[in-house]
């Protein structure tokens, strides 16, 4: 583990904790964006960087935007307090859950954290098959666009009529009607 | 294992298991609901961590292949981070249309807090 990534498990940590304990939403929001931006990097760090793009611009973005526009067409909490009050019950379940599963991690294979062949839970043979053939199969060497776009493709067009049907039902729940 | 070899080989599980354990923090504990929302979207970003964490090999590099083909062990598994890159718009499709209806909430109750929200609702 390297200083960097040392720095940014701590950053993106305590501006998790920062989104939780501030009672402002707004301020919540602009937090929970660096937050965003932390776990982009986190993501290119650990060799992902079309996840690191895509959580940048979607997650850092786009989400960003939408929260802002909700509380813009909303409210927003007043009064002088900075922190929220803690729920020490439901604090207490999730940090049982935490140590729950924070117990299974010595059990996860970490052999690719220490220099081991193989990724841990995707399998070594179909992921070997993808690295080998992708080039000579799609005629792309991005490996994620190649099985996004090519080997996926039709699953990459649910995910646009999943975004498709998003967008009629905020069109519904909000009615906007466009066409009228 | 000792406990330094765990840190330094299951960090990014441990960062999983706590961002996933504040997500779901925020979910229970936060009354106002766009603060639900935020929880979701942190509880979310956890579990792709989770993912990104398992397709991580050491000393190797991103995956871009050269022409003439790699081998396990030189490049990430590009496998989970496909499933990830789905999700990630998947999930920002579902904070959409949760907005969307806490905007209507809003419209509807006047409010954004849950128990303010219960009472009127009860009226």
């Known amino acids: 583990m390297s200083a960097v ?4 498990v701590a950053f993106v940590a305590v501006t998790a904790v920062a989104t939780v304990l501030v009672r402002d939403v707004l301020s919540a929001i602009i937090i929970f964006g660096a937050y965003s931006l932390g776990m982009a990097l986190f993501y290119t760090l650990l060799l992902a960087p079309d996840v690191g793009l895509t959580e940048a611009a979607i997650g850092a973005g786009v989400t960003t935007i939408l929260l802002l526009v909700t509380i ?11 922190l929220a009050s803690i729920n020490w019950p439901a604090a207490v379940v999730v940090g049982v859950l935490a140590v729950l599963i924070g117990s299974t991690v010595p059990y996860i294979p970490t052999d690719n954290f220490t220099g081991g062949l193989t990724p841990v839970i995707a399998n070594p043979n179909v992921t070997g098959y993808y690295l080998e053939m992708t080039y000579a199969d799609t005629g792309v060497t991005n490996a994620v ?3 996004l776009a090519a080997y996926r493709g039709f699953d990459t ?11 009629v039902a905020v069109l519904v729940v909000l009615h906007t009607e466009v066409f009228s | 294992m000792s406990a330094l070899e765990f840190l330094t080989t299951g960090y990014a599980y441990l ?11 925020m979910m229970i504990a936060s009354p106002n609901l766009v603060k639900k929302i935020i929880g979701l979207n942190m509880f979310q970003s956890a579990i792709f ?16 292949i050269p022409q003439e083909g790699g081998a396990v062990g030189e490049y990430a598994s590009p496998l989970p981070h496909v499933i990830v890159l789905t999700a990630i718009v998947v999930g920002v499709s579902l904070t959409a249309v949760a907005l969307a209806l806490i905007v209507r909430i809003y419209t509807e109750y006047g409010s954004l807090n849950e128990e303010t929200i219960r009472e009127v609702a009860r009226r």
């Open chain 1, 72 to 82: 813009a067409k909303t409210t927003r909490p007043i009064g002088d307090r900075v």
């Open chain 1, 145 to 147: 666009t190649a099985v």
């Open chain 2, 49 to 64: 961590l989770f993912f990104v964490a398992t397709a991580y090999v050491q000393g190797g590099s991103v995956p871009v």
């Open chain 1, 5 to 8: 990534g040392i720095a940014l």
């Open chain 2, 15 to 25: 960062a999983f298991a706590f961002l996933l354990a504040t997500g779901l923090y």
């Open chain 1, 157 to 167: 067009f649910g995910e646009a009529v999943v975004v498709f049907a998003a967008g």
